[in-house]
């Protein structure tokens, strides 16, 4: 292929993949293969002395977005040169001093100060024209609102989202699917959003890395004034450490040190030189700046061999591709599985079972796969899901191909009912997270709740997955066995019937006195007459139990499960026919579901909101102006604290 036809090709697959990555949240290439395309781009460049208009090498950042007000930044925003040499990075200082900082994985911002006031904030935009972000900007976790420098000032930063926080985002959303990619992505939508309620909610933080301008300040022309200046003006600082050539290759080795514990995203490191004037003296190309630099981690890559894609299948059909491969050795780890993603990359890979591939650690971090050094292409795409075995089809959005089960009654796509088994309410099963569960399902383990009594059969193929171990199996086994011991609350509510809530399970229980057959043979006419059950429940339940699958698999269960009778007290039924809110804090009891369930052993009813029914609501703090405070007085139902609740009832 001719120079310029290949170049014409790199241009637009780079162009492509960076719209789906920072535009779209979408991977098509990993950052591996990313930096090997433009590399070999800049090459060509080189070569032949052709630079095209459209080039990724020219142009800097991502297009603004058409809902958010736009505006030209005060100085234009350059991206850096980079290598992965450190001896590269070492001989770049060139004698002079330097600060060595993190490379902050996130959304670069720009913001302003007036009068020592916040007045303006910008996204990093094409470089040349931002997006104004400002009221987003304000909620930011550590952003500074006034500060004491009077005079006009402007700066840059990093926004980003940490990963324990992207975790605890991603733990609260049921759908694997609308799972967040990465912190990044996160980061980048909650910084653009239109409602900035949104925004804080993400707990987004800045770092700031540059003074652009400072009226009426002297640096002294250092670089290292300057992020000390910012820190006396309140700014959360990007971390550094001053280098020069004796001491930075054990600088960056301290940096690779931490970066598998470091909760900030990075991805690499950035010198600068710390005499300003100096930096500025070697002026710029089209794209970069000379007086910085970024270092990405040369990536450790280890030769292996392509033992099996494991297709794993979610609740909401996707089928994602697993690679396995013989164990080596990446970053002081073992590794034998990366994720493929998606269809598009499996081919683009051109993978085939006992190809030869080269792995490596994303940002040290995240196992992907390289090349394929053997490109066979003759991996079989499934067309049965591993799961139920029903046929997939391969759905194509944008530039992204992906794999889907078609079956709607695919067991991979309940995750959501042994989620719900195994919660602390229902069956109380310590070490199933829904990542777990979707990953035993996936592999055939599990098809009905009780499945989930006879994983020890799996024991070696559980302590070969990654995250768990001998122990860690152990713990779950134990959680496993001590859920055998129950009470019939505890399995009506598990079995996840429409509407059915812990409080009605603990109603069925005690209108049907523990009588388990009695509830599933109950007709829709008696249930309905429960007082707290009514007719849409009463249908709810008579529907559950008049499938005969689901009768067969509660058969099942029930072979698994030892039921405590409960036994009901009828003399200390003083609270019978009472229903009672707590709010606050309690000091008697541990937590609420403690006091709880003492109001239900004394025949009242524990809820969560006061209305027109409620008798009673406990707060310790009677005088507060909370909602549920402001409700009940209007309402007229008493308000009691905890300890005389306890007095006057229990």
């Given at each position: 292929m001719a120079a310029n036809d290949r170049m014409l090709e790199l241009v637009e697959l780079l162009n492509r993949a960076s719209e789906s990555y920072y535009a779209k949240d979408e991977e098509i290439m990993s950052n591996y293969e990313y930096d090997k395309l433009y590399d070999e781009l800049v090459a060509l460049e080189e070569e032949t002395g052709v630079t095209l208009a459209n080039s990724p090498t020219v142009n800097v950042g991502y297009e603004s977005v058409d809902e958010l007000p736009k505006e030209a930044h005060e100085q234009p925003m350059l991206s850096l040169g980079k290598t992965k040499s450190r001896e590269e990075l070492r001989s770049w200082l060139n004698g002079e001093e330097g600060i060595l900082s993190w490379k902050l994985d996130g959304l670069t911002i720009v913001l302003t100060y007036e009068n020592g006031e916040l007045v303006k904030a910008l996204t990093r935009g094409n470089g040349e024209i931002g997006e104004v972000i400002t009221n987003n900007a304000k909620t930011f976790k550590n952003v500074p609102l006034k500060i004491k420098h009077k005079e006009s000032l402007i700066l840059r930063g990093e926004a980003v989202i940490t990963y324990s926080e992207f975790e605890r985002i991603n733990a609260g959303i049921d759908d694997v699917e609308a799972k967040y990619k990465n912190p990044r992505n996160l980061c980048s939508g909650s910084v653009r959003q239109l409602n900035n309620k949104i925004t804080a909610e993400r707990n987004v933080r800045f770092y700031a890395f540059n003074l652009v301008k400072a009226d009426g300040f002297d640096a002294n022309n250092s670089k290292e004034n300057e992020i000390l200046f910012l820190k006396e003006q309140g700014f959360d600082t990007v971390d550094y450490v001053r280098v020069e050539e004796s001491t930075i290759l054990d600088a960056i080795e301290g940096f690779a040190g931490k970066i598998t514990d470091?909760?900030?995203?990075?991805?690499?490191?950035?010198?600068?030189?710390?005499?300003?004037?100096?930096?500025?003296?070697?002026?710029?190309?089209?794209?970069?700046?000379?007086?910085?630099?970024?270092?990405?981690?040369?990536?450790?890559?280890?030769?292996?061999?392509?033992?099996?894609?494991?297709?794993?299948?979610?609740?909401?059909?996707?089928?994602?591709?697993?690679?396995?491969?013989?164990?080596?050795?990446?970053?002081?780890?073992?590794?034998?599985?990366?994720?493929?993603?998606?269809?598009?990359?499996?081919?683009?890979?051109?993978?085939?079972?006992?190809?030869?591939?080269?792995?490596?650690?994303?940002?040290?971090?995240?196992?992907?796969?390289?090349?394929?050094?053997?490109?066979?292409?003759?991996?079989?795409?499934?067309?049965?899901?591993?799961?139920?075995?029903?046929?997939?089809?391969?759905?194509?959005?944008?530039?992204?191909?992906?794999?889907?089960?078609?079956?709607?009654?695919?067991?991979?796509?309940?995750?959501?009912?042994?989620?719900?088994?195994?919660?602390?309410?229902?069956?109380?099963?310590?070490?199933?997270?829904?990542?777990?569960?979707?990953?035993?399902?996936?592999?055939?383990?599990?098809?009905?709740?009780?499945?989930?009594?006879?994983?020890?059969?799996?024991?070696?193929?559980?302590?070969?997955?990654?995250?768990?171990?001998?122990?860690?199996?152990?713990?779950?086994?134990?959680?496993?066995?001590?859920?055998?011991?129950?009470?019939?609350?505890?399995v009506i509510y598990s079995l996840g019937i429409e509407n059915i809530g812990v409080a009605n399970a603990k109603l069925l229980n005690k209108y049907f006195k523990g009588d388990f057959d009695a509830i599933r043979n109950a007709g829709e006419e008696e249930l309905s007459e429960i007082e707290g059950i009514g007719g849409v429940m009463a249908g709810a339940i008579v529907a559950h139990f008049a499938k005969p699958k689901n009768q067969a698999a509660i058969d099942n269960l029930l072979k698994e499960l030892v039921i405590e009778k409960e036994v009901i007290d009828e003399g200390i039924q003083n609270l019978k026919d009472m229903t009672i809110v707590i709010t606050g804090s309690l000091y008697k009891f541990d937590n609420r579901k403690e006091l709880q369930d003492l109001i239900e052993k004394h025949g009242g009813k524990a809820t969560g909101s006061v209305t027109a029914k409620t008798s009673i609501l406990i707060n310790n703090d009677i005088q507060s102006g909370s909602s549920k405070n402001k409700k009940a007085k209007e309402l007229g139902i008493p308000i009691m604290t905890e300890e005389e609740f306890v007095a006057k009832y229990l």
């Open positions: 470091y909760d900030i995203p990075s991805d690499g490191l950035v010198l600068t030189y710390d005499d300003i004037a100096y930096g500025k003296s070697l002026g710029r190309t089209a794209k970069s700046p000379r007086d910085s630099i970024a270092f990405k981690w040369a990536d450790e890559t280890a030769e292996t061999t392509l033992k099996e894609i494991e297709w794993s299948a979610s609740r909401t059909g996707l089928i994602n591709p697993v690679a396995i491969f013989e164990p080596v050795s990446l970053e002081g780890t073992t590794v034998s599985r990366a994720s493929v993603h998606n269809i598009s990359i499996v081919r683009s890979l051109k993978l085939g079972i006992g190809d030869r591939i080269t792995v490596y650690k994303a940002n040290m971090i995240i196992p992907q796969i390289a090349e394929n050094l053997t490109c066979s292409d003759n991996l079989e795409i499934p067309s049965a899901c591993p799961v139920c075995g029903g046929n997939t089809e391969i759905r194509q959005m944008n530039d992204v191909q992906t794999l889907y089960c078609t079956n709607p009654e695919c067991d991979a796509k309940k995750i959501k009912a042994f989620t719900l088994f195994v919660s602390r309410d229902a069956m109380n099963i310590d070490g199933l997270s829904e990542a777990t569960l979707e990953k035993f399902i996936g592999k055939g383990y599990i098809h009905e709740f009780a499945d989930l009594y006879h994983l020890a059969q799996y024991k070696e193929e559980i302590c070969a997955m990654e995250g768990f171990g001998e122990k860690s199996y152990q713990n779950l086994i134990n959680s496993i066995e001590a859920s055998r011991n129950t009470t019939l609350p505890r």
